[in-house]
């Protein structure tokens, strides 16, 4: 594999940051990977600045002002597909981080053994899928979708409708339930990611 992996490091002990930060690159060059990593002290800070470009988000439960799990919660309302793997001294509320659909979880303190039996899954995980991640705008915000899920784009009543394939499970998005067109519609063929409002011609 030759892209660049992107990596969120969601983190507030900061020796505990540059260890992992240094775990990445450790485990890079012997994989002989590309990877780059992002820092981030807290969990308002990362999601007020997230942008779709991540492959892996490494997350600290125990966050100041924000846990771990609201965080996941909140990013999985913009993107489904990134991976998520949680960070903690506390294996317990690590379970939680299932419902969010978190394939791992680390306990602290972190050994570079555990870490690379980790980051082996994201990676086989990442090389099964062909990625072309956009953001699509809503009235709910952004949120991430890859490319090849999108089947063609209609426009109904000034709104732009993704019609894509289903997710979580096979089960649309709650978004999606509320805000698609009424049943009688014609343009209802598959369930729907988004809806982003149009302005009048």
């Given at each position: 594999?030759?892209?660049?992996?992107?990596?969120?490091?969601?983190?507030?002990?900061?020796?505990?940051?540059?260890?992992?930060?240094?775990?990445?690159?450790?485990?890079?060059?012997?994989?002989?990977?590309?990877?780059?990593?992002?820092?981030?002290?807290?969990?308002?800070?990362?999601?007020?600045?997230?942008?779709?470009?991540?492959?892996?988000?490494?997350?600290?439960?125990?966050?100041?002002?924000?846990?771990?799990?609201?965080?996941?919660?909140?990013?999985?309302?913009?993107?489904?597909?990134?991976?998520?793997?949680?960070?903690?001294?506390?294996?317990?509320?690590?379970?939680?981080?299932?419902?969010?659909?978190?394939?791992?979880?680390?306990?602290?303190?972190?050994?570079?053994?555990r870490f690379s039996i980790m980051m082996?899954?994201?990676?086989?995980?990442?090389?099964?899928?062909?990625?072309?991640?956009?953001?699509?705008?809503?009235?709910?915000?952004?949120?991430?979708?890859?490319?090849?899920?999108?089947?063609?784009?209609?426009?109904?009543?000034?709104?732009?409708?993704?019609?894509?394939?289903?997710?979580?499970?096979?089960?649309?998005?709650?978004?999606?339930?509320?805000?698609?067109?009424?049943?009688?519609?014609?343009?209802?063929?598959?369930?729907?990611?988004?809806?982003?409002?149009?302005?009048?011609?």
């Open positions: 594999m030759t892209a660049l992996i992107n990596v969120a490091i969601v983190e507030d002990d900061g020796e505990c940051s540059t260890l992992i930060a240094s775990y990445l690159q450790k485990y890079a060059k012997g994989k002989e990977l590309t990877i780059s990593s992002s820092a981030y002290a807290n969990g308002s800070l990362f999601l007020s600045q997230y942008k779709p470009i991540y492959d892996i988000v490494l997350l600290d439960i125990q966050l100041p002002s924000m846990s771990g799990l609201e965080v996941a919660d909140r990013l999985r309302q913009i993107d489904e597909k990134v991976i998520i793997v949680f960070i903690t001294n506390m294996r317990q509320l690590a379970l939680e981080g299932y419902r969010v659909n978190a394939i791992d979880f680390v306990v602290k303190p972190v050994q570079f053994e082996d899954k994201a990676m086989r995980i990442i090389s099964s899928i062909d990625k072309k991640p956009i953001m699509i705008h809503s009235a709910y915000g952004e949120m991430r979708v890859d490319a090849s899920d999108i089947f063609y784009v209609e426009v109904y009543s000034h709104h732009i409708i993704y019609p894509k394939e289903t997710v979580n499970r096979g089960e649309p998005s709650p978004r999606s339930k509320r805000n698609s067109p009424p049943s009688n519609s014609p343009a209802a063929p598959v369930p729907f990611w988004s809806i982003s409002h149009t302005s009048n011609p």
